[in-house]
């Protein structure tokens, strides 16, 4: 005959008639015919409760209220899933319930103090509740094969409270359970977890979160193929993902795994849920109530998980006490002493950690019980206290434990490593460590400040790919808005293709900043930035960018903005790589320029700014290979403005030159104020770029610039500008008639020469045959002189302007950087 099956639903997948309802369809798509089903009370009741008899404590007066509120609760799911006699019935049920709940409330509140066997009674009503409403409700479908039952688990269990909690009396709950719950035909049983009985017969629970625990214990007397855990989250995962927000599904764990990480507080799952399920070998699943097609995760003897750690986890108020003394050398049975101490006064110890010298003991307890900790410890040690062997005992609150655990690690090399270097890389000291002689746990005791930071950064050196980038945009204008859009349509195939894992975390405007824990939707990223953001902020952003848990960080700029520009040198200090298509920061002072490469230097960080220079074209790299690998460069020259080039390449003299600023001004080639173009200052930027490249020290103001905005229109409006610009057409064409009259062509030409350190910008008359007076309408192009490349020089062109090809610029140097931080691509 086929075997049970055991399901159990925490509190929060039965928190409202919707999960009740979701409950039902998961039991019903079971095609086992007997299944035992236990459920938690629904979600945050038995907080509710607890408090309900700490208010009877406190004579709080709204104890009444309270209960109301809890009963109106129920009252609106029965609302909603029953009807007729059975929601009456239920409802009579619930009012004498809280009757009784008050009346024993009211004696409370009269003692002032609760018996932790009314904290027992009480809490217990919520697991009641919500199976009986639930039994009612999946009964009454009638999907289900054979009976529905309810069984009230204080008939069943039965258990023994001791110093680590309560444990199962076998014999007796087998007993119970042949009598009333083995049934050849199929049925379900809906079973209250949480809840037990005492060897005294009166109720117990089975401590907070227990229903795993009645889960795993229903499991074992059942004799079931496998326990199901139903939750809101797809299984165990690699941290909590309250505080980690890259956690990942673990797939497989062995039952000590689960239980070490159990132990150290991975909340998903009760520590005491593994012993009934070892004892029988039965498999437990973690699924999610919510997704319940997903896989979840399977414990059981053991795992087939490839992953060398299996989770990290962190325990916050925790309290360290060190005894200290030379006193304890080669003294045997001191820790017997100190921890027998302890345990007399059921002080619950965490962590051990005694140093091969013997000349101190460390341990961690939970805070609440440090104090009383350390009078039993003086206590116990009273006299050699007095004689001076023990010097101080000394506790320390406010501390967390942080610990890794998985089977692999035993025997396999460099996990402490990696779990202490990425401590250290955060910032994190560490004030004790404990490592199981097993070897499936590292723990180390740190500053509860600091948990969350070390946490992260202890997972993401286990979990995240190493090529995890965390990129933050600043200036979603033309080029930033492009580079968005490509980096959309590309990041799905580079993290197929390549494992590289591009999350933009943050977008920033002139104004506004919009940050993102996970990663913004990169599909939806103008919608994103609509909305009210922060005020931006640069620290702030930069901070954001360059989180705690991601290996790496990236600033793009695709602002124009000098203020941009500045913070440079902070962010490569800061190890926050930087990629940029904004000139100003290099072709700014030559002190911001040296400053940066020295930041840069300094933080081991990577600064790219091809698309400075000719957009998308292969310049700046193009220089820097040709003088890393030794070639000697002499001379630099070309056409870096589209605008420029098309004017002379257009401009034949049969019409006025200002007849084709005003049509290239209509064709969209020109800035918005064509001076922009015509003063040439965009253009020289892009020579004191190529020449400090080249590694000559010149600044803006030594370029020799041949602006072609007559002083009189540079002050106008535009419309003046265009409308007046005819009266200087006749010395124009003076000069394109003198270049003719010579065989030549009049070009717009920057030039650097190495020999001289000189650099200029301006109009040149060029042979008719020379590469730049064969260009295409507003290609640049650039032609490199070199001790290499001196007959013929080499030269690059193409197009050099527009969002596309520039924005593709910029993610060439992303894609660089992510190369040179180990992708493989
Ligand atoms: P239930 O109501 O189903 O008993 P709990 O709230 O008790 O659910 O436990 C599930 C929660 O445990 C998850 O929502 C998650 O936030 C938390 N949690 C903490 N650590 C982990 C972990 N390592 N894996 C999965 N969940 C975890
Ligand atoms: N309802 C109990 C609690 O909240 C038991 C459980 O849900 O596991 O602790
Ligand atoms: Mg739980």
Not at 50 to 73: C, F, P, S, Y
Not at 355 to 373: L, Y
């Amino acid at each position: 005959m086929q075997q049970w099956r055991v399901h159990k639903f925490g509190g929060s997948s039965v928190a409202d008639a919707a999960c009740m309802e979701r409950v039902a369809t998961i039991l019903e798509a079971d095609p086992n015919p007997r299944l035992g089903v236990v459920l938690s009370a629904c979600r945050g009741v038995t907080d509710v409760l607890l408090n309900l008899v700490a208010a009877a404590e406190n004579q709080d007066d709204t104890v009444g209220k309270q209960i109301d509120a809890v009963r109106a609760r129920h009252v609106t799911i029965a609302d909603t899933l029953l009807s007729g006699k059975s929601k009456e019935e239920y409802l009579t049920q619930l009012d004498e319930d809280c009757r009784n709940i008050a009346g024993i409330l009211q004696t409370v509140r009269l003692i002032k103090a609760a018996s932790q066997l009314v904290r027992d009674l009480i809490s217990g009503y919520g697991e009641i509740w919500s199976t009986r409403l639930f039994a009612r409700y999946i009964a009454a479908r009638g999907k289900r094969p054979g009976a529905v039952k309810w069984i009230d688990a204080r008939d069943i269990v039965s258990v023994e409270w001791g110093p680590l909690g309560p444990s199962v009396r076998w014999e007796q709950s087998q007993a119970n359970t042949e009598r009333l719950m083995t049934s050849k035909e199929p049925c379900t049983h809906i079973i209250t977890g949480f809840i037990a009985r005492d060897v005294k017969g009166l109720q117990t629970t089975l401590g907070r979160n227990g229903s795993d625990f009645s889960g795993s214990i229903f499991g074992a007397l059942l004799n079931a193929e496998e326990i199901v855990i139903w939750t809101d989250v797809d299984g165990v995962l690699s941290a909590d993902p309250r505080l980690v927000p890259d956690a990942t599904v673990i797939d497989s764990l062995s039952y000590n795994e689960a239980m070490e990480l159990a132990y150290f507080g991975a909340k998903v799952i009760h520590p005491q849920t593994m012993a009934p399920a070892v004892r029988k070998n039965i498999p437990i699943w973690i699924k999610n109530t919510f997704a319940p097609q997903k896989a979840g995760t399977v414990i059981c003897e053991k795992s087939t998980s490839q992953l060398m750690v299996k989770g990290t986890t962190c325990i916050d108020n925790i309290a360290l006490v060190n005894l200290e003394g030379a006193g304890m050398i080669g003294v045997p049975g001191t820790a017997q002493r100190l921890f027998g101490a302890l345990r007399e006064h059921g002080i619950s110890v965490i962590l051990i950690s005694q140093g091969s010298s013997e000349h101190s003991i460390c341990f961690a307890i939970p805070e609440a019980q440090a104090d009383r900790a350390a009078t039993v410890v003086r206590d116990a040690f009273d006299s050699e206290l007095r004689q001076g062997q023990i010097q101080r005992v000394e506790t320390t609150k406010g501390c967390s434990i942080l610990a890794v655990v998985g089977d692999g690690m035993a025997g396999s090399h460099g996990v402490a490593a990696k779990v202490f270097g990425a401590l250290g890389n955060a910032g994190v000291s560490v004030r004790a460590i404990a490592q199981g002689a097993s070897e499936r746990n590292i723990s180390a005791v740190i500053d509860g400040k600091q948990s969350s930071r070390a946490l992260r950064s202890v997972h993401s050196s286990f979990y995240l790919s190493p090529n995890t980038v965390s990129i933050g945009l600043i200036g979603p204008g033309v080029v930033g808005g492009a580079l968005l859009d490509q980096l959309a349509s590309q990041v799905e195939r580079l993290g197929r293709d390549f494992h590289i894992d591009l999350r933009v975390r943050g977008i920033m405007t002139s104004k506004q900043m919009f940050l993102q824990n996970g990663e913004i939707a990169l599909g939806k990223w103008r919608e994103a930035i609509k909305g009210e953001g922060l005020a931006a902020d640069m620290v702030k952003f930069a901070q954001h960018v360059h989180a705690d848990h991601l290996p790496h960080a990236i600033i793009i700029d695709c602002s124009a903005s000098a203020d941009v520009a500045k913070n440079y040198p902070a962010w490569l200090a800061a190890g926050i790589h930087v990629v940029t298509p904004n000139k100003k920061a290099n072709s700014g002072d030559l002190g911001l320029y040296e400053q940066l490469h020295t930041a840069r230097r300094a933080g081991g960080s990577h600064y790219l700014y091809e698309a400075t220079v000719g957009a998308g074209l292969p310049v700046i790299q193009t220089l820097r290979d040709l003088r890393e690998t030794g070639d000697e460069i002499r001379r630099v020259e070309g056409i870096l403005s589209g605008t420029l080039a098309y004017l002379f390449n257009v401009w034949d003299g049969s019409q006025p030159f200002s007849t084709i600023v005003r049509d290239a001004k209509s064709k969209g080639y020109t800035e918005p104020d064509p001076r922009d173009d015509l003063s040439g200052a965009d253009f020289a930027r892009k020579i004191v770029i190529l020449g400090r490249e080249m590694g000559l020290k010149i600044e803006l103001g030594t370029v020799a610039l041949e602006g072609l905005v007559p002083p009189e229109l540079s002050k106008c409006s535009v419309e003046e500008f265009l409308d007046r610009l005819p009266e200087f057409d006749a010395v124009m064409l003076k000069r394109l008639e003198g270049a003719r009259a010579r065989n030549k062509v009049l070009r717009y030409v920057g030039t650097l020469d190495a020999a001289t350190s000189k650099a200029s910008v301006g109009l040149v008359e060029l042979d008719r045959s020379h590469t730049f007076a064969n260009i295409n309408l507003t290609d640049n192009v650039v032609r490199f002189t070199t001790s290499r490349y001196n007959q013929n020089p080499l030269v690059v062109q193409g197009p050099g302007a527009g969002p596309e090809v520039t924005a593709a610029g910029v993610f060439a140097d992303l894609l660089r950087v992510c190369a040179y931080l180990g992708a493989k691509m």
